[in-house]
């Protein structure tokens, strides 16, 4: 009999109950009384939700992040919180966002640093060591949670991250050895194993995805002894990893001395018959059958065909879940009524990938004809999506195959482009500009919902929208930007509403995803091949530009973040999709250009996290991606100044591809790392213009002139001050003009103090 589990339920509830819950606490309006109380209510229904499977995960929901509950589990927080007054909920959200609740400016702290959870578009907080680290276990959480699940009589497996994950997600603060600390570690993490052993629990969960990255014999060896040192704990204990092949690591992996290993059969298929061979024959086998990051309907019946030989071998030895946490997925498709029916039949959100598991081990279990007609409408599902002509158009397909390297490739080098575009705009040293939106009010939403619904007529959209542009550019002409912005009041999302206007797209009502925090995404559905039937951009641009003297970007996400940003397509390379969105962006580029804008944007925020997580694969992803921006970006003329900007990631060891994509200016996140990423530029030469961000505007907290010229000089240590500019690090959309306009003062007013001594 195959076993039922899942690694993680999404958090956010099917409606964002928790995002409002959330930021009603932090501006007051909510106690947190009423904000546990909203995390009671979603646990309670996720776990009746998941109530099917014969193991429910207990711990994967957070009110910020699971890697920030694991350092407040492990007492380990930095010591700028330590102190301060309120709750640890409130310091909880000091080291997530800077601030918590009505919190004056003696009680912001610098917010964490916060970067991508592997290679997805979540975000966490990561974890500060230093040499004199200590840690103390405080289970509380953890433990009330559990606590909560056994009053509805949930069959419970917690979730915890592992200690070599945990260190190896970090960052070490004064050069420390990370693996150093290990030794202080392993005891906490004995101590709460023995703790939930007191509670009752027969498995555990503990997370090792970093074994499925290329690891050193250094990291191997701290894996042997951790798990060699956690072994005698008398609870069973699930190592899971997922997001990619074990490799060089897959030999190490089953030999651990745990109880059972979760792998992901959906990256990495072919190693299970392999692992089945290594494993040895007391430990039980989960297999993540289920892709836990993509919405496409599995095929059950290959699945099965696949499945059952493996299932006759391992017996009860056989555990069944999704790939990983369902955290990357939206809650539930049933709530989606105006979603195409006939792409709405090839889906499976997170409460129907559980159906999914529900039907294959019934068919392990039972016998096929025990789910004979769940099967058979899967099947005709699956053979739909394959024989419909609207996911094929080969026009398309004509014009990618036209590709030629000419296309990627600019008239002349960067110094002879940034000698005429000097020319051309005359802007001062260190110029100043923002990265794209303002803050998104909610009168800027209302009238984006109420023109969707029918309600708002297009005259009156447009006018409202005009304003709201027209504002943007007369407070960026009051701070005495250089490069100004029409601020995006159009704009819901920085790919849904390039998707919208994309053939080959879908949207849903209520598909949202957790980016970080009370962070929420909607991410597209690509589901065929893409084409621009229209422009998409120029109208709004051309009008923004119409009302001042001083040059204004146009604003687009590049091909590489619309793809990584939406729910991809599973039946073609990435590869080949990307390059369908190059040439529709491209096209949108040309047009802007002929439209007399002379600086255009192109963010690639999401370039970073589309890498293999083993660098051995990485080349081959970045051939492709770079080409991707290259023919998107470079069919214009040396005039036009191209721009791109990349948000929270980590940089320093692909800068080498980044200045190949040839962008004039590149904008790039800095400042909650403290010009870290600068340190990429102490071995290479970085050819162009550059903008390190020197504004956290996911904090709340409002920089110091002071403080943003600290920034900038230490940027000047390593690039010219001629090729520097100064912005935030990522667009402003989440922000209030509160906070907006006396930030951007402070960045305006230190531009031109840095100015006195160019």
């Given amino acids: 009999m195959a076993t039922t589990h899942n690694l993680g339920f999404p958090r956010i509830g099917a409606k964002r109950e928790l995002k409002f819950a959330q930021e009603g606490y932090w501006k007051g309006q909510l106690s947190e ?50 102190g301060l007054t309120g709750s640890t909920l409130d310091n909880y959200f000091r080291i997530a966002r800077g601030r ?107 997370d090792e995805p970093v074994l499925v990255t290329e690891l050193d014999s250094h990291w191997q060896h701290a894996l042997n002894v951790a798990y060699h040192t956690l072994k005698s704990a008398p609870v069973k204990l699930l190592l899971a990893t997922y997001f990619g092949e074990l490799a060089d690591n897959l030999k190490l992996t089953c030999e651990l001395p745990v109880a059972g290993i979760h792998v992901d059969a959906i990256s990495a298929p072919a190693e299970v018959e392999k692992i089945i061979d290594w494993l040895p024959s007391h430990k039980i086998l989960s297999l993540g059958i289920i892709n836990g990051r993509n919405i496409w309907k599995t095929d059950l019946n290959a699945t099965l065909d696949w499945l059952e030989p493996f299932a006759a071998k391992l017996g009860e030895r056989l555990w069944l879940a999704p790939s990983c946490s369902l955290l990357h997925v939206p809650v539930d498709l049933a709530a989606e009524q105006a979603l195409d029916p006939e792409v709405k039949n090839w889906l499976a959100f997170a409460t129907q990938k559980l159906d999914e598991l529900r039907i294959v081990a019934t068919a392990l279990n039972e016998g096929r004809s025990a789910v004979a007609a769940e099967l058979a409408a899967n099947a005709k599902a699956v053979a739909a999506r394959k024989q419909s002509d609207r996911v094929n158009n080969q026009a398309v397909r004509a014009r990618v195959a036209s590709i030629n390297k000419t296309l990627g490739e600019r008239q002349n080098s960067y110094a002879v482009r ?49 304003a709201e542009i027209k504002r943007s550019v007369r407070e960026q002409e009051a701070l005495e930007l250089d490069v100004l912005v029409h601020g995006e009041a159009e704009r819901n999302d920085m790919v849904e509403y390039f998707g919208e206007q994309l053939e080959g797209y879908v949207f849903s009502q209520y598909g949202w995803v957790q980016s970080y925090g009370s962070r929420c995404v909607k991410p597209p559905i690509l589901f065929g091949d893409i084409s621009r039937p229209n422009a998409m951009t120029v109208a709004w641009t051309q009008y923004a530009q119409s009302l001042t003297d001083k040059p204004l970007k146009g604003m687009l996400t590049g091909p590489v973040t619309i793809l990584n940003w939406s729910f991809v397509r599973d039946d073609q390379p990435r590869a080949e999709t990307c390059k369908q969105l190059a040439l529709a962006i491209r096209d949108e580029v040309q047009d802007l250009e002929h439209a007399g804008v002379g600086i255009i944007q192109i963010d690639e925020a999401a370039l970073r996290e589309g890498l293999p997580l083993r660098k051995s694969q990485w080349q081959g992803y970045l051939d492709w991606a770079i080409e991707c921006f290259r023919i998107t970006a470079n069919g214009v003329s040396d005039e036009t100044q191209i721009h791109t900007h990349m948000c929270y990631s980590e940089f320093n060891d692909i800068i080498e591809s980044i200045a190949h994509m040839d962008a004039d200016v590149i904008t790039i996140e800095t400042s909650r790392s403290n010009m870290e990423l600068l340190d990429a530029f102490d071995h290479f030469n970085y050819p162009n213009d550059i903008g390190p961000g020197v504004y956290d505007i996911h904090s709340p907290n409002i920089p110091s002139q002071a403080h943003i010229i600290n920034l900038m000089s230490k940027a000047g240590e390593r690039i010219p001050t001629e090729r520097l500019w100064v912005n935030p690090d990522c667009g402003l959309k989440t922000r209030q003009w509160s906070e907006v306009l006396p930030a951007l003062k402070n960045m305006v007013s230190a531009a031109k103090t840095l100015r006195l001594s160019a």
Avoid at 45 to 62: E, I, K, M, T, Y
Avoid at 121 to 139: A, G, Q
Avoid at 432 to 437: A, Q
Wanted: hydrophobic share 35%; glycine share 6%; with cysteine.
């Fill in 33 to 82: 009384q009423e904000l546990q109380h909203t995390g009671e209510t979603l646990r309670a229904r996720h776990w009746q939700a998941q109530n099917q499977l014969d193991w429910v995960p207990v711990g994967d929901f957070s009110f910020y992040d699971q890697v920030l509950d694991t350092s407040f589990t492990l007492g380990h927080i930095p010591s700028r919180v330590k």
């Fill in 100 to 206: 918590s609740g009505n919190d004056s400016d003696c009680q912001s702290v610098h917010a964490g640093e916060m970067t991508k959870w592997f290679d997805t578009n979540y975000h966490y907080i990561v974890p500060e060591f230093s040499t004199d680290d200590s840690f103390t276990l405080n289970p509380e959480r953890l433990l009330a949670q559990l606590a909560e699940a056994r009053q509805q009589n949930i069959n419970a497996k917690p979730v915890i991250v592992g200690p070599i994950t945990y260190l190896w997600l970090g960052k070490s603060k004064d050069d420390n050895d990370r693996l150093a600390l290990l030794d202080k570690l392993l005891p906490v993490y004995s101590e709460l194993l023995q703790v939930l052993a007191g509670e009752g629990i027969e498995w555990l969960q503990i």
């Fill in 418 to 466: 940034a000698q005429k575009q000097r020319l051309r705009f005359n802007l001062p040293a260190y110029p100043t500009t923002t990265i794209g939106s303002f803050p998104q009010t909610l009168d800027i939403r209302q009238t984006r919902r109420q023109f969707k619904s029918g309600e708002l007529p297009l005259d009156d959209y447009q006018t409202r929208i005009k």
